[in-house]
Antibody, heavy 124, light 106 residues
Framework: EVQLVESGGGLVQPGGSLRLSCAAS????????MTWVRQAPGKGLEWVANIQQDGSETYYVDSVKGRFTISRDNAKHSVYLQMNSLRVEDTAVYFC?????????????????WGQGTLVTVSS | DIQMTQSPSSLSASVGDRVTVTCRASQNIRSFLNWYQQRPGKAPKLLIY???SLQSGVPSRFSGRESGTDFTLTISSLQPEDSATYYCQQTYNSPPTFGQGTNVEI
């Protein structure tokens, strides 16, 4: 059974940092693109970042470029999101998800498995 | 970025009704259109991918169609467990973008 379990969320002050983790099981982790999607309270879904199977390619939404870093450790079956210079508007539930298939340049497959999410609150 | 516009933003229907949600892309996205269902407090669930392909394990009452830059999600016979918010998503161009969501009440 495919499982994705996020952790690392919490309350942080503006300008602070947080590292989210997503532990994967039930599939061959190193053969899938992985992604992070967030959802502000009461709002819709926003894609944040994704990472290629070996970590050599990463992509970000403009609003987090230069502040967030996605990475992965295939030996630990985990994907991470390092979040620096956090802003109030980064407050959201952060989901990790697995891409169903390939991502190639601009085109990407959908995400077929999602974790339950971890809440990040940025507030003074 | 490609804008995805969903309509309606919410709807109320009865068990057994046929329900249609529409999503319009701001430019050509070929068939790179996916539909997700999100129940309150839960993670999104993939329903339809590539505009009309049913994800494994999803009931056949869900279907998707495309017509140019317009895409529709149809629930042929609404069930109580279909009460949720539905999102379209384009994955043709980076960044992948979602519609604003359609809340379906029963």
């Amino acid at each position: 059974e495919v499982q994705l379990v996020e952790s690392g969320g919490g309350l942080v002050q503006p300008g602070g940092s947080l590292r989210l983790s997503c532990a994967a099981s039930g599939f061959t982790f190193g053969t899938y693109w992985m992604t992070w999607v967030r959802q502000a309270p009461g709002k819709g879904l926003e894609w944040v970042a994704n990472i290629q199977q070996d970590g050599s390619e990463t992509y970000y939404v403009d609003s987090v470029k230069g502040r967030f870093t996605i990475s992965r450790d295939n030996a630990k079956h985990s994907v991470y999101l390092q979040m620096n210079s956090l802003r109030v508007e980064d407050t959201a539930v952060y989901f990790c998800a697995r891409h169903k298939g390939y991502c190639s340049g601009d085109n990407c497959s959908p995400t077929d498995y999602w974790g339950q999410g971890t809440l990040v609150t940025v507030s003074s | 970025d490609i804008q995805m516009t969903q309509s309606p933003s919410s709807l109320s229907a009865s068990v057994g009704d046929r329900v249609t949600v529409t999503c319009r892309a701001s430019q050509n996205i070929r068939s790179f259109l996916n539909w997700y269902q999100q129940r309150p407090g839960k993670a999104p669930k993939l329903l339809i991918y590539a505009a009309s392909s049913l994800q494994s394990g999803v009931p056949s009452r869900f279907s998707g169609r495309e017509s140019g830059t317009d895409f529709t999600l149809t629930i042929s016979s609404l069930q109580p467990e279909d009460s949720a918010t539905y999102y379209c998503q384009q994955t043709y161009n980076s960044p992948p973008t979602f519609g604003q969501g359609t809340n379906v009440e029963i």
